[in-house]
């Protein structure tokens, strides 16, 4: 059974491990635990067992929030955790008055596309050369956007 709940400062390692086994370029753990300050993140964690399985971690700065990353261990994917975890932070961040979504996906990352169209981004922008792959080579960034209506 996955539960998903909002993470906290004492996560930051276990999004930094998760996040090391299925990004290119990690974040720093120093850097995961500065975001993860209660006054700057809105991060959840999924849960199977008690062990982490995902996370989302983003931020809201006045009417907007931005995801900043978001993964799922690979034995775990397509499985609706990733859906289940932007849920939650969609909520979150809806919640706190943001109306404009951002985020930047990979654009050969197909799923993750598909999941973001499904909850409403569209792709508003591309920037050429943005990821740096682990064999050297760059990949593009599409950025996209959603609007949370608050009426």
């Known amino acids: 059974m996955i539960v998903v709940r909002r993470a906290s400062p004492h996560d930051a390692a276990a999004i930094a491990t998760l996040q090391a086994g299925l990004f290119d370029q ?4 120093a850097e995961i635990e500065s975001l993860l300050a209660p006054t700057i993140a809105v991060a959840h964690l999924a849960l199977e067992h008690d062990r982490p399985v995902g996370f989302v971690v983003g931020r809201v700065v ?12 690979a034995s775990r994917q397509a499985r609706g955790i990733a859906r289940d975890l ?19 996906v990979s654009d050969g990352n197909l799923p993750a596309i598909a999941l973001y169209t499904r909850a409403g981004f569209r792709v508003t922008g591309r920037r050429a050369g943005y990821y740096h792959r682990r064999d050297g080579s760059l990949g593009d960034a599409l950025m996209m956007i959603a609007t949370i209506d608050h009426g």
């Not at 006045?62 to 261990?73: N, S």
């Open 62 to 73: 006045a009417d907007e929030a931005e995801i900043l990353t978001i993964g799922v261990e």
């Open 86 to 104: 932007l849920a939650a932070w969609m909520s979150e961040v809806r919640a706190a008055g943001a109306g404009n979504l951002f985020l930047e």
């Open 26 to 29: 990690p974040w720093p753990m």
